[in-house]
Nanobody, 123 residues
Framework: QVQLVEFGGGLVQPGGSLRLSCEAS????????MGWYRQAPGNQRELVAA???????NYADSVKGRFTISRDNAKNTVYLQMNSLKPEDTAVYYC?????????????????WGKGTLVTVSS
């Protein structure tokens, strides 16, 4: 049974930082591209950051220079370090796994999803 479980969400003030983690089980983690999506109320789910099995990364323009995605294959875990957080970063953040990095931007093509963790940026 495949599981992706997110940790690390919460309430943070504007300008603050959070680190999300996603622990995977039931898959050969090292061969999957992994990504973080987010969905704010009334909005579509959007890709925030992705990392390929070989370590290549891409980011949404809105988070470049502020967010960093990384992975630890020994721990079957992908991370999202979020700095300089803004109120518009408020959303539910979802971990996703897909065999192909090239299709990470298409939410409909993800193989597996986590249940999400809420990030609220507010003073």
């Amino acid at each position: 049974q495949v599981q992706l479980v997110e940790f690390g969400g919460g309430l943070v003030q504007p300008g603050g930082s959070l680190r999300l983690s996603c622990e995977a089980s039931g898959i050969i983690f090292s061969i999957y591209a992994m990504g973080w999506y987010r969905q704010a109320p009334g909005n579509q789910r959007e890709l925030v950051a992705a990392i390929g099995s070989g370590g290549s990364t891409n980011y949404a323009d809105s988070v470049k220079g502020r967010f960093t995605i990384s992975r630890d294959n020994a721990k079957n875990t992908v991370y999202l370090q979020m700095n300089s957080l803004k109120p518009e970063d408020t959303a539910v953040y979802y971990c996703a796994a897909n065999r192909l990095m090239v299709t990470m931007k298409n939410a409909n093509l993800m193989d597996y999803w986590g249940k999400g963790t809420l990030v609220t940026v507010s003073s």
